[in-house]
């Protein structure tokens, strides 16, 4: 199991933002980490007394074998699944979101990093791009 990280989380900024409490981050994902179960992504920074609302996955195909069989999960340092289990996505890219029935809204009481992990390797791993969208507020 590797970890990565993207450039919102090692400079600590984490503050990229779309609009109001809209904070994004992208990661060119390599064939690498997409065919390596277990390999974790840390997308974006959430700080104590914050709350996150709401999550999208965007993926681009990360697995282009004929029956692909990647699956990513969206989660955080306590539970790597707490808001995306299972995703399909990365198979032929496209969007999903928060699929975990308790999954929002969840107060931040120490700092974290919202992360996606690699829960099932790719047949055919294939380089993408990742994108987390996350509404938190203060």
């Known amino acids: 199991m590797a970890t990565s990280k993207t450039d919102a989380v090692k400079h600590g900024s984490g503050r990229k933002e779309l ?20 390999d974790v992504i840390e997308m974006l920074n959430v700080w ?3 709350v996150v609302t709401d999550v999208k996955l965007i993926s681009t195909d990360i697995d ?10 969206v989660g955080d340092g306590v ?19 928060s699929n975990v029935v308790t999954a929002v809204p969840k107060a931040y009481t120490a700092n974290d990093t919202l992360d996606i992990t690699v829960q099932a390797a790719a047949a055919t791993a294939a ?12």
């Open 19 to 38: 609009g109001v409490n809209i904070r994004y981050a992208s990661f060119a994902i390599t064939a690498a980490i997409a065919g390596a179960a277990a």
């Open 48 to 50: 104590a007394g914050e």
């Open 64 to 73: 282009t074998n004929g029956t692909p069989t990647v699956v990513l999960d």
């Open 79 to 97: 539970d790597d699944n707490y808001y995306i289990d299972g995703s399909t996505v990365g198979q032929g890219g496209g969007v999903e979101y």
């Open 127 to 138: 380089a993408g791009t990742v994108t987390l969208v996350a509404t938190i507020t203060s």
